[in-house]
């Protein structure tokens, strides 16, 4: 079996890859990776051959995609900053749109399209929601609005052309082996080990042990799932108050979790993407987080 992984040098990839070695050895893997990108430790010594290129470009998509049997889509790009919208189209829609197209024209045996919970809708009345709520996020939170149209481009080939896709939407993804400082969760993990009061959210949090998506995209490879089907991959539903406890706990600390009300959180938002206008900086904080 010869697999393709998009995405290969991202938290979920780092974790992958070598799962994906040790299972079908060094020569049956190869991993999509954007020129410049670090390999991380976990499969950098592990003889996996690299193609590099831009997911939005359809042609380095295709002649990756060529010869492989089957493709894990893991490529993506979060961002609540509305000057993002370019990159939030080129690798979410243009991107997911290369790897359909490319996977239809190399016969590819089975696509695993990895989406995210942000492309399915929420239940206003707070109950969780499942794969048939309808997506009803609002058309400015760009993040969400990008990861549906990418997953609509799947299902619309499935359905109309005969791809051989599942879908997955893993929810906020944690756990070991995160290796870029920058992401959310890493700096939530910095805040938490500095000091014991730590702003938050109002609201709650979908999350998945990255080890279980990371399971469940083996068996997607193995032939489970349906072609078409989307599956949510939520491990937990918790307020972020638990959320910062239960990491506090790991960490061993003490963390006093301090919720910061939506329409503070939106108003400040707003005065810094104001600011990240002026400046060409990305802002800490976007008015979107007072929506989530």
């Not at 050895?25 to 590099?52: E, K």
């Not at 997953?151 to 939407?169: C, K, M, P, S, T």
Request: glycine share 12%; hydrophobic share 40%.
């Amino acid at each position: 079996m010869r697999i393709l992984v998009t995405g290969a040098t991202g938290f979920v990839g780092a974790v992958l890859m070598p799962e994906l070695v040790g299972r079908y050895g060094a020569g049956s893997v190869t991993a999509f990776v954007l020129p410049g990108d670090a390999i991380p430790g976990t499969w950098r010594n592990a003889g996996v051959r690299t193609f590099a290129g831009d997911i939005a470009d359809a042609a380095a998509v295709r002649a990756a995609v060529g010869g492989h049997i089957k493709v894990v889509h893991l490529a993506g790009f979060i961002s609540y900053w509305k000057g993002d919208e370019e990159n939030l189209r080129k690798v979410n829609e243009d991107g997911a749109r290369s790897v359909a197209e490319s996977c239809l024209a190399a016969g590819v045996e089975r696509l695993i399209h990895v989406s995210s919970v942000g492309a399915v809708g929420f239940r206003r009345d707070g109950s969780p929601a499942d794969e048939t709520t309808p997506f009803n996020w609002p058309s400015d939170i760009l993040y969400m609005a990008s990861k549906r149209r990418g997953q609509d481009i799947v299902e619309r080939a499935v359905r109309e052309r005969g791809l051989r896709a599942v879908i997955l939407n893993p929810a906020s993804i944690m756990g070991p082996g995160d290796h870029n400082p920058s992401t959310p969760h890493n700096e939530l993990y910095r805040r938490i080990s500095r000091g014991p009061l730590i702003g938050s959210f109002t609201g709650g949090l979908a999350i998945v042990d990255v080890r279980d998506l990371v399971a469940l995209i083996l068996k997607a490879l193995e032939g489970r799932g349906r072609a078409g089907e989307s599956y949510l991959v939520v491990g937990a539903n918790l307020s972020y108050r638990e959320v910062i406890r239960r990491i506090s706990r790991a960490c061993g600390r003490r963390a006093y979790p301090c919720p910061v009300p939506a329409p503070l959180l939106t108003a400040a938002g707003h005065m810094l993407e104001r600011a990240a206008r002026r400046t060409g900086r990305r802002p800490l904080l976007t008015a979107a987080y007072g929506r989530l």
